[in-house]
């Protein structure tokens, strides 16, 4: 009999992880099938799963005239790039100054910190600050600086770091190291899983963004990715406009729906071959993040 | 007593202030001086001016908020819809989770684990991409099925009564990877022990994850609740604002503060309404976090967040 029950819990178990999961991957399926349908198919007979009439003349378009589609590559890139080696250096050294036990006003300073996240000033006063205050409208800091630190991180941060033991700390000031080079020769070397789980986090947030873009970028020479990928699923004439303006001579119609998929999966593409390797990252840093608490 | 004045300690911390002082320069930026920029909410704003040379108003923004009958349906929203997530994402994230840890082999675990975790890495515009794909009344997939199905297509963009159950969906959807791995690696750490225990006292399985694993699964369900309901007044813009865009047929149902700031701001350039609305949000928000917390400190000193 104690079988039983073992087996009915491993019947529901199958078959409910089975059908999330489908349904986790399956529109990406679809995704991708789409942008390989040939349009005229779409239009009769809808998105399909399958394709059956098979074309990459969405992505033979695409290709052809490719300049916005890299630039707005480049700047995700260098934005990326950029956002998260920056927010790292400043949340693990933040991180650093709050976990030191010997720092007789870190809990002052740690409030000052989370404070914020308990009360703002809303959407408008930040918003005019960075545009009319600090001039940043159309400039790549609207895109990296707003999105450089964050509270929940340097918490995580300061957490692991507190777990290393104090007397590593101790021996080195006897031998007369300083603060900021016991931070960068001893703390942070120790600290690689944080910095691997927090870098993730920062490396895919400044990935995705669009929503600085859309507040703060204009400039056509500015536009992420992700925003990149908005206007031109919300705007089809903006995309044939774009086509033309690259030169194209547009003889037959574009496929328009098509071309839409294929867009989303040339923006998604590096996220979903990177996204197996790095998972397993996200996995163990929110593991450490969960039994710590 | 020379080592315990001020200005010792002011030179004994130097290079710990010096470390501290970007982030601390960041947070009085872009956190504490936007919390002076309230005064805007209780002005009547122009470019000219700026912040501190507009004339004030007094609560005039604050009356055009509530008299347009906006503040009472976006408030309600942003509440629900949060009710809502919370409820069912932790529900699922707690089954996938237990699931996960109790059924099936390395192989197995590895590969749903993944399966589920897909969605999260992917911008909310791919999203609305997505849901475009499935729901859109033409080619979408759902009606091209009703369609084979010999049965009526709807009009899903133009309906606002189904949102309320799509966007539950999709924020299950999306959030059920991150969720499921806080929780399983919550579930890992219960002390194997306790299951020996009930397996020589007869549990079935069942029994087992009633009396052993849901239990324990207890303070770190608080504490993720604590979190997300503090945030109970703030709409995930970036999803709503995918979704849904700037469809006003379907408002009713799915405008939230958030979205209703940004059109203000941006589309209706209204910004002394935008900022009360925004204030608006803040007090409720601080207000909500505040009396939660007081709740939990009372019931348990050591649940509550501060």
Redesign the interface.
Known sequence: MKQLDRKIFSAIGYVSLILLAVLCIFPFILVVSSSLTEESKIITDGYQFIPTAFSTEAYSILFKYPQEMINAYLVTIGVTATGTLLGLFLTSMTAYALSRKDFKWRNKFSFFFFFTTLFSGGLVPWYLLIVNYLDMKDTPMALIVPMMLNVFYIIVMKSFMSSIPEAIVESAKIDGAGDFRIYVRLILPLSKPALATIGLFLALAYWNDWYNALLFISDENLMPLQYYLYKMLGNMDGMRKAMMGAGAVVTTAIPTESLKMAMTVVATGPILLAYPFVQRYFVQGLTIGAVKG | MKGHTFWN?LKN?K??????L???A??L??????????V??FKKYD?AG??FGSAWNGLDNFRFFFESGDAWRVTRNTALYNIAFITVNNALQI??AI??F???GKW?RK?????????Y??????V???A???L?Y????V???L?GLGLEPVDIYNTPAYWPYILVIVAA?KS???GT??Y???I??IDTEMYEAAEIDGA???QRIMKVTLPNLY??VI?LVLLAV?NIFRGD??MFY?MV?NNGLLFSATDVI?TF??RS??TSND?GM??A???F??VL??AT??TVNYAVRKYDKDRAL?
Request: hydrophobic share 60%.
């Open positions: 300690d911390y290079v710990i202030l010096l470390m501290l970007p982030a601390v960041f947070f930026l872009f956190a504490y001086i936007p919390m002076a920029g309230i805007i909410a470019y700026g912040i089954f996938a699931m996960l109790e059924v099936g197995f590969i749903t684990q993944s399966a589920l975790f897909l969605p890495f992917i911008s909310w515009v791919v609305g991409a997505i475009y794909n499935l859109n033409d080619i979408g997939t009606n091209a099925l369609r959807w059920l990877g991150y791995v806080m399983l690696a919550a890992s750490g079935n399985i069942f303070p770190t504490i503090g813009f970036g995918n865009g958030d700031v940004f701001l941006i910004i935008s900022a609305a925004g204030v949000q803040s928000g601080f976090i505040m501060f």
